[in-house]
Nanobody, 122 residues
């Protein structure tokens, strides 16, 4: 059974920071590509960042200078550090995993968490 459980969302003001966490099933964490995606009402799900098993990362163009994806192998936990947050970053953020090609596209990902809400006020 694959489990991905996000936490760490909340409400911050413009310019603030948040760190999202995702607890991942061990067999998935060690073998799958992992990623963070976000979706706001009326918009398509957008890739924020992905990290391969070897630690290589890729970021979405709208956030690449402000976020860092990382993984703690000892804790089976995926992280997303977000800095200089803006109102347009307001969205539900999802952790996801795939055994397929590790791209920034949501359609490539098979397993999803329930999401954690991030709200940025001006």
């Amino acid at each position: 059974q694959v489990q991905l459980v996000e936490s760490g969302g909340g409400s911050v003001q413009t310019g603030g920071s948040l760190r999202l966490s995702c607890s991942v099933s061990q067999h998935v964490f060690s073998t799958f590509c992992l990623g963070w995606f976000r979706q706001s009402p009326g918009k398509e799900r957008e890739g924020v960042a992905v990290i391969r098993r070897n630690g290589a990362t890729r970021y979405g163009h709208s956030v690449e200078d402000r976020v860092t994806i990382s993984r703690d192998n000892s804790k089976n936990t995926l992280y997303l550090q977000m800095n200089d947050l803006r109102p347009e970053d307001t969205a539900m953020y999802y952790c996801a995993a795939t055994g397929a090609y590790c791209s920034i596209l949501a359609s490539e990902f098979v397993y999803w968490g329930q999401g954690t809400q991030v709200t940025v006020s001006s």
